[in-house]
């Protein structure tokens, strides 16, 4: 049975910094990554990251966010490090582990206050 799980968002003052993190076991796992969703708008990719570490970042986040995996053998871990938050950065952050097919974690609240 695979199990998504996030963790680590939260209120923060604009300029801070979040660290999120999501645990996936159950399968192997190949491209893991975010995604983020504020009111009325629709889901975006944040970042991504294959098994093998290639990193995609959305460009309204490239220099400000970081993405980083642990391989573990029964879990596979991401990570986003979130520097330098902006309010536009507020949404729900979800996390998704590419297997046979896209699971996903409940999602994270990200709130940054101006």
């Known amino acids: 049975q695979v199990h998504v799980v996030e963790s680590g968002g939260g209120l923060v003052q604009a300029g801070g910094s979040l660290r999120l993190s999501c645990a996936a076991s159950?399968?192997?796992?190949?491209?893991m990554g975010w995604y983020r969703q504020a009111p009325g708008n629709q889901r975006e990719l944040v970042a991504s990251?294959?098994?093998?570490?290639?990193?995609?970042?959305a460009g309204s986040v490239k220099g400000r966010f970081t993405i980083s995996r642990d391989n573990a053998e029964a879990e596979n871990t991401v990570y986003l490090q979130m520097n330098s938050l902006k309010p536009e950065d507020t949404g729900v952050y979800y996390c998704?582990?590419?297997?046979?097919?896209?699971?996903w974690g409940q999602g994270t609240q990200v709130t940054v206050s101006s």
């Open positions: 159950g399968s192997i796992f190949n491209t």
């Open positions: 990251i294959t098994r093998g570490g290639s990193t995609n970042y």
């Open positions: 998704y582990a590419d297997s046979t097919i896209d699971y």
